[in-house]
C-alpha cells in the first residue's frame, strides 16, 4: 500500500499547483485580451445599432451632418481601400517575387530589405505628408481620390512585400531544386510551382491591409479626403477619381470633434459600419484561406 | 573504348564557396554508357560537383567555378543553354522530391516546360518514364493524385520517373538511398542496371557495396580531390593503389 507508484509526493503536488496556477494566470491574460473586445462591440452596439438601417448606409448626411446617412464616406471608403490595393498588391507582390526568388544575396538587396521591414513601421502621418508632398503638390494631381489613394498604396507596399515575402519563403527550397534540376527556367518555376502553393498566403496579407487602409485618417486627410460632400446616391460611380470624397474613417472623427450637437448614436452607427466592415472582410480572408488549405499539398 | 570521345571530360575543376574551395582541380573522364561510382565520406564535395554538372551551381550565390567541363565536347561552364543542358543531365536528388503536382504532372512538369504540349505524347512519355522508375504498376490507377501523397519509397521512383522524362543522356544519382528501404533500394538498382544500356550514369553514393555492385569503375573523393580512381575490382580489392582508400571502404577511416 505504502509502495503504490501513484503515491502523491510534495513534488508531485507542487506540480500539480504550478500547473493550475499557470493555467489561471493564462487564462486571465487571455481573458485581459478577450472581454474589451467583447466590450468594443458590445457598446458598439447597443449605441449606435438603433441607427443603422439601409437608409442609413444609402442617404448622404444633412444638415450639417447631425441627420442622414453616411453614403458619401462609405462610398468614398471603397473607393479608397479598392484603388490603393488595386495599385499596392500587385506591385507588391511582384517586389516580393523578385526579392524572394530573383534577386542575389547581395549589399544592396540586403539594404532594400531592411528598407522594406523599416518602411513597414513608418507612422502613417509621415506617409501623408509623403503624399501630400509628391502626389498632390509635385506630381500635380491635386487633392482627390487618386492621390489619397496612391498615399494609402504607398503605405500598404511594405506590408504586402513584408507578408508576400514570408509565403514565398514558406514554400520549401527543395520543390524549387527539383524544377530547376529538371531544366525549368525560374520563371516557370515560380509560376507552376511557387506562386500557386503560396497563393493562401499571399491573400491574407493582402485582404488585412484591406482594414488597415480603410482605418487610416492621416493619410487622407491631407491628399483627397474632406469633412463633407454630397454625391449622387444609389449609384456606385458617384465619384471620379478626381474628385475629393468623404471616408468613413474621417467622417467619424468630423462627427465627434468637429460638429456640435450631433445627436449620440451617430458616432457609434459610424464606428459600427466601419468595424462591421473590416470584420466581413476578415472574415472572407479566413473563409478563403481554409479553403485553400484544405486543398493543402505537403 | 579507348579512341571513344569521352562523354564528360572534366578537368582542373576547383570550385569554391566565398573563400573556401572545396574541389581542388579534379581531372577525370567519362565514357558513353559506363556507370561511375564515387565514393567518399561526407561533406567530401560529391554533390557539389554534381551541382556543377548541370550547372545548378548557378544557384549559389557565393560559388565560384574555375576549370572545365565538356559533355559531348560542349563547354558546360561556358554554355548559354543551361535550360537544355539540364535536359541532358537528369539529376536524382538525396531525399525523394515529389512536386505539389498530381503523380502524372510531375512527370509531365519537364516535357511541358520544353514546350512539348500533345496530349498523347504526354501520355506516352509519362507511361514510359513510370515504367523505366518501376513505379507504373503502383500508380496507373492513381495517376491524379498528388505526388506528394505517395510513400517515401515511391516518391523516390518518381523523381527518378521525373529525371527520365526529358530524355536525359546522363543520370546523375546523388546517394538516392538515403532515406529509402532496403527492397525500394535494391528495385532501384535493377533500374539502373537498365537504364545503362542506354545512358551513362553517375552513381554518387553513400553505400560503397552499391558502388561495388553497379559501376564500372570508382572515384574515391576525398575532402575535394580525387584520391583514386580505377576500375571498381581494383578499388575493391585488397591492394588498391592508395591506402586511405583501402581504409575507407573497409570503414578504418578516421
Ligand atoms: N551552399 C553552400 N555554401 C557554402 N558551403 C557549402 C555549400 N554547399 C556545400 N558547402 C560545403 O562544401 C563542402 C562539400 O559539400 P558537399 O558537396 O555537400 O559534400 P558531400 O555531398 O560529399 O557531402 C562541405 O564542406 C560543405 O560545407
Ligand atoms: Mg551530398
Known sequence: ?????????????????????????????????????LAIIAYLVAKGAPLISLKFLTTNPTHGMREGGIWSALLGTIYLVVIALAVSAPIGVLCAVYLNEYAKDNWLTRIINLAVVNLAGVPSIVHALFGLGAFVLFAGIGRSILAASLTLAIMTLPVIIASTKEALAAVPMSFREACWNVGASRWQTIWSIVLPNSLSGILTGVILQVSRTAGETAPIMFTGAVFFKKIQPGTLFAYSLTDQCMALSMHLYTVTTQVTNAPEPLPYAIALVLLGAVLAVNAASIIVRSLLRSRKKW | MVNNQPKISVENLRLSYGHREVLHGLSFSVAPKEILGVIGPA?????????????????????????????????????????????????????????PLSVYDNVAFAPRCAGIKNRDELDARVERCLRQAALWDEVKDRLHTLGTKLSGGQQQRLTIARALSHDPEILCLDEFSIAIDPVTTMRIEDVLKELKSHMTILLVTNLVQQARRLADRTMFLWNGEIVELDRTEAIFSNQPRDKRTYDYIHGLFG
Open chain 2, 43 to 99: 561533406q567530401s564535395g560529391k554533390t557539389s560537383l554534381l551541382r556543377c554538372l548541370n550547372r545548378t551551381i548557378d544557384f549559389v550565390s557565393n560559388a565560384f567555378v574555375s576549370g572545365s567541363i565538356r559533355i559531348d565536347g560542349e563547354d558546360v561552364l561556358r554554355t548559354s543553354d543551361v535550360h537544355t543542358l539540364r535536359r541532358k543531365v537528369g539529376m536524382v536528388s538525396p531525399l525523394p522530391v515529389g512536386l
Open chain 1, 1 to 37: 500500500m505504502s509502495a503504490s507508484p501513484f503515491t502523491v509526493t510534495p513534488l508531485v503536488r507542487r506540480n500539480m499547483r504550478r500547473e493550475l496556477a499557470a493555467r489561471i494566470v493564462l487564462g486571465a491574460m487571455v481573458a485581459a485580451m478577450v472581454l474589451p473586445l
